[in-house]
């Protein structure tokens, strides 16, 4: 504790000391620099209310298991945003969770990958933060979690476990690539932030490093060099292409956070960046490799409809019977996708076979591709596809036993054969992924005086919190 | 407070005219209750309907919105006794329109022309009709706020716009859609006898999302309706409003308009499903529920201090009922042409609707239906005794080598062209609608010496080897002018904010306030004129 109370007394100080420190003049291509590394890093996807809201003022509300998480203002408003924030503060906030006032960030700011950034590179970012970036004098909406989620001191411990406190450093056997690759994809792009399961304490299992997991209501796959779980069946080009466009013609195609990703950052990166992305990430292996040979998820699944058995009869009888699922794909989803599914000759709009999303190891993304939609912004095109959830704009807005229906029609007809979806998962997809009752459980815990609990709890807050609480009305 | 029985502004109606006045208002904190008398109903449920349907019912669109029996609406294949609307005149005023929470957008193709500043002052400069109360400069700002409220598509190739007269104050906010291979083959056969066929303005989403809607992906179905939510129709309205806290009561019928002392109205009543009377209060009232059902509705809500119906002290209530009568030349071409990739109305020629001639007679605007043809097709093949694939292929060729021009004409409001209460009842016991109804010199001498020469001189440059003129006049669903707005209170029934001359608290925006409707649809005036009204109500709420 006595550490928490020096640094509740040294923060005050230090903002006055170092609030000159941003007078400094910094260099254009420093600048530039600066912007590109908050690009690769995607800042704006987080800290930017993209209903209408400025860049970098924050105020986007993120849907995490235990409360709401309000993204902050990271402009360089002085009253407002970090525009007192000295060089070391900002360096702190950045790689080490801590905030100007010395104060514990949530996890949700992904502060254990960008851990690894050069000073170099954070100097390039500061220097974009504090002269690249418009000031916005507006507060963003304060984070207002439950007790005893709001005590941000507990992170300290967790940090010490979970924090890495080291920069990169070029492993001099591999590639200049591979290193450059390496570097970006744990650091700046922070893959394994969705694509790692997590631990007992929310932690990153490092040992299953991009094997996959749940990002609130979607699921980040395995991209580990896997053949058969991974995308150990892409070339290099293909996972290239995947990252500027956002797409792989009838394979896959970015949903979620992952469509965010690839709107606000990886589409501006540089050919050479996203080569030397592919490189690192095509040498991951999986801990969990087990069959050497089999069908993946992108290439399950034929053409094919349920017509015959609905067509021509009353469409609520449609619903009553056991091809309810036909005929809300034929009703809401062939439209676009085709009565066969077979999607468009130009692949915006995608086959439902051949589709990772129907042929994943779990439903999570067939339903909430259905729930939430897809939007995605590349150069070429912005694609759209719109949600079927309880949205203001929702097509039509169907309901849990509907949209389990679909979803078992779209696995047995197009993908996974093998899983099934109840009303009540879609229930859990609905409100944003698995809750936690860990709030409960800690209150009881800190009434019997067991910190560790306290622990777990905080770990929990930040886990997977990029899961954005979306404005219903996505325009 | 919004309440089940009392709210600052009642709604009758959920159709465009009365969704965007609704927003209005719940955006400047008033509290709003809407009224819809048919059910609301999910996309899905209607495109089943349509796809449900045999293709020998398809001829008429309702079938995808069967009617309920407290709300009953025009359905295809009734008998004239047993159908909703009553006819007498010349001519029927046969129209389709829809009492389900959305209105009649779910099934309108989402063509969107301006009126042109001649248009508005049609007794000024030709001396026949009458003129609009205000000119096209004061349209001009609720129009642009129309295409980007709705979401309209438009060329920025100012010699593609229309009107060509008049100022644009600001672009589409979506680009045109493209023509199909037909519209190309159709623009380049009129361009040589000096037509110019331009890109209609429409509200679809063309080639992005927009409003939280997806882009058009070609279904050729606008018409019964969008599967895809990518035209606009008021449906894709009804949720946002309610978040913003509307509340939306449906298959709730209102039949009477109350007035009190002051003359101001006090209430609307409606009845339920089960026949049981409601009574709504409030402190302004909108009647929004279409140019026929309007009128209808202040009919029957005569009382003491409004003998003639309310906001009829001119009688004008129920009269001049207009719409664009249409003629449709059905073209057989020897070289294929091929429609229906794309919207189902897509192009058209407006410029023949304009002209000195307007003095003598109507102007007609010529469109190349985009509809994919098969369905009309497929009948005519089958009567050849074909079967396998030589029915396939006469399908086929019949699909690409044959299409419908469609002339709309421009109608004059006419007194005698008029709406009143039948003695025939409907289910719940109300007075069934019937218009009277001639199209008039004015159109008949258009078709005689204008506009069908026009069609066979373009069928004819298309290359036909057949051409069928519908014997009959067809009815456009543009229902206008039996609310008409003026100045002049004796005679005219609403001033220029749709506000009711006899009753200050009752607006009655929409199509039955168009003076003048020219050639081109009605409903972007429409709304134009329902944002102007929802601008007034506004300013008045506030001294409310």
Request: aromatic fraction near 8%; proline fraction near 5%.
């Amino acid at each position: 504790m006595k550490t928490v109370k020096s640094f509740a007394l040294a923060a005050p100080l230090a903002l006055v000391a170092l609030a000159p420190a941003a007078a400094q003049e910094f260099s254009k291509e420093l600048i530039e620099k600066g912007r590109y590394l908050a690009t690769a890093s995607d800042c704006v996807a987080c800290h930017t209310n993209h209903d209408g809201g400025k860049p970098m003022a924050g105020g986007l509300a993120m849907a995490s298991p235990v409360g709401t998480i309000m993204s902050t203002n990271i402009t360089p408003s002085k009253q407002f945003g970090i525009g007192n924030y000295s060089e070391a503060q900002f360096a702190d906030a950045v790689r080490k969770g801590v905030r100007g006032d010395g104060a514990n960030l949530y996890p949700a700011m992904p502060y254990v990958s960008y851990s690894n950034m050069t000073d170099e590179d954070i100097n390039a970012l500061y220097a974009y933060f504090m002269q690249g970036v418009e000031p916005v004098d507006e507060k963003a909406p304060e984070t207002k979690l439950p007790f005893p989620m709001n005590i941000r001191v507990s992170m300290m411990g967790w940090n010490l476990l979970f924090r890495p406190n080291e920069v990169h450093k070029d492993d001099p056997i591999q590639s200049d690539e591979w290193n450059r690759g390496k570097y970006l994809a744990e650091g700046a792009a922070h893959c394994s932030t969705c694509h790692t399961p997590r631990g007992v304490f929310m932690q990153e299992q490092k040992s299953l490093n991009l094997t996959g997991g749940q990002v609130g209501a979607w699921y980040a796959p395995d991209i580990t060099n896997d053949k058969v779980h991974g995308i150990g069946s892409w070339s290099k080009e293909d996972l290239v292409t995947y990252l500027k466009t956002g797409k792989l013609e009838n394979r896959a195609q970015a949903a979620g956070s992952m469509a965010e990703a690839i709107s606000y950052s990886f589409q501006h990166l540089t050919d050479a960046d996203l080569n030397a992305i592919a490189t690192y990430v095509r040498s991951v292996p999986s801990a969990n490799a087990g069959q050497a040979s089999g069908v993946t998820r992108f290439d399950k699944g034929s053409a094919g409809n349920d017509m015959a058995t609905f067509r021509g009869k009353n469409y609520a009888d449609g619903l009553k019977g056991d091809h309810a699922g036909g005929q809300i794909f034929a009703a809401n989803c062939a439209s676009c996708h085709g009565y066969n599914a077979q999607g468009t000759k130009d692949g915006y709009y995608p086959s439902l076979f051949h589709n990772a999303a129907t042929a994943g190891d779990n439903s999570i993304n067939v339903i909430s591709a259905i729930l939430n939609g897809v939007d995605r912004h590349t150069e070429a095109d912005h694609v759209f596809m719109p949600p079927f959830g309880d949205q203001v704009n929702a097509v039509v807005q169907l309901n849990n036993v509907e949209v389990a229906s679909l979803s078992n029609y779209l696995l047995a007809q197009y993908g996974n054969n093998k899983l099934t979806v109840t009303p009540e998962d879609v229930q859990v997809i609905r409100e944003g992924g698995p809750k936690s009752n860990i709030v409960q459980l800690a209150r009881i815990g800190m009434g019997a005086g067991v910190a560790a609990v306290l622990l777990l709890v905080v770990g929990f807050v930040w886990y997977r919190a990029r899961r954005k609480a979306r404005p219903a009305h996505a325009a | 407070m919004v309440t089940k029985n009392s709210a600052d502004v009642v709604i009758v109606g959920t159709g465009v005219v009365g969704v965007v006045i609704a927003e209005q208002l719940l955006d400047a904190g008033h509290s709003v209750l809407m009224i819809e008398a048919g059910p609301r109903v999910t996309r899905a449920e209607v495109v089943e309907n349509w796809r449900n349907a045999p293709l020998g019912v398809k001829g008429d669109t309702s079938v995808a919105y069967p009617s309920r029996p407290w709300a009953p609406h025009p359905m295809g294949g009734e008998k004239p006794e047993d159908a909703y609307l009553q006819f007498t005149g010349p001519d029927a005023y046969d129209q389709t329109f829809i009492r389900y929470a959305g209105g009649s957008t779910w099934h309108w193709a989402g063509t969107s022309w301006r009126l042109t500043p001649e248009d508005m002052r049609l007794n000024s400069l030709y001396g026949v009709g009458r003129d609009w109360a205000f000119d096209y400069d004061t349209l001009e700002p609720y129009y642009v706020r129309t295409e980007h409220k709705l979401g309209i598509c438009g060329p920025s190739d100012r010699s593609q716009q229309w009107p060509q007269t008049g100022d644009r104050s600001a672009p589409y906010p979506m680009p045109a859609l493209p023509f199909s291979p037909g519209e190309v083959k159709f623009t380049e056969v009129v361009k040589t006898l000096g037509y110019n066929n331009i890109p209609v303005s429409q509200a679809r989403n063309s080639g992005m999302p927009y409003d939280g809607r997806p882009a058009c992906c070609a279904n050729n179905n606008c018409v019964p309706v969008c599967p895809v939510a990518a035209k606009y129709d008021a449906e894709t309205a009804l949720h946002r409003l309610e978040k913003k806290g509307a509340t939306l009561l449906v298959d709730s019928v209102v039949y009477k308009v109350e007035t009190n002392a002051q003359n101001k109205i006090e209430a609307v009543h409606f009845y339920d499903q089960h026949k049981e009377s409601h009574r709504i209060t409030g402190k302004l009232f909108v009647l929004a529920c279409n140019g026929l059902e309007n009128p209808k509705l202040l009919l029957m809500s005569q009382d003491d201090r409004n003998p003639n119906g309310v906001a009829n002290s001119s009688d004008q209530v129920g009269r001049n009922m207009m719409d664009h009568p249409a003629r449709t030349f059905t073209v057989t071409t020897k070289e294929p042409f091929w429609s229906g990739i794309g919207p189902v109305v897509n192009s058209g020629i407006m410029e023949t609707s304009q002209g000195a001639f307007r003095s003598e007679h109507a102007g007609a605007y010529f469109r190349y239906n985009n509809f994919a043809r098969n369905r009309f097709v497929t009948f005519a093949a089958l009567k050849k005794g074909l079967v396998g694939k030589a029915l396939d292929d006469e399908i086929r060729r019949m699909a690409a080598c044959t299409a419908d021009i469609v002339a709309a004409h421009e109608i004059l409001p006419d007194p005698n062209n008029r709406l009143t209460l039948s003695d025939k009842k409907d289910w719940l016991g109300l007075p069934k609608p019937s218009i009277n109804y001639d199209v008039g010199d004015y159109v008949r001498k258009c078709w005689e010496v204008y506009s069908q020469p026009i069609g066979k001189q373009i069928a004819e440059a298309m290359g036909a080897i057949d051409i069928k003129i519908s014997p009959k006049y067809n009815n456009s669903k543009h229902i206008m002018g039996g609310t008409i707005m003026g100045k002049d209170a004796s005679n005219s029934v609403v001033d220029v904010d749709c506000r009711a001359h006899d009753h200050e608290n009752l607006f009655i925006p929409g199509g039955g306030a168009m003076a003048a409707g020219a050639c081109g649809n009605s409903t972007i005036t429409m709304t134009a004129l329902a944002l102007k009204a929802g601008d007034a109500i506004v300013e008045q709420m506030r001294g409310a």
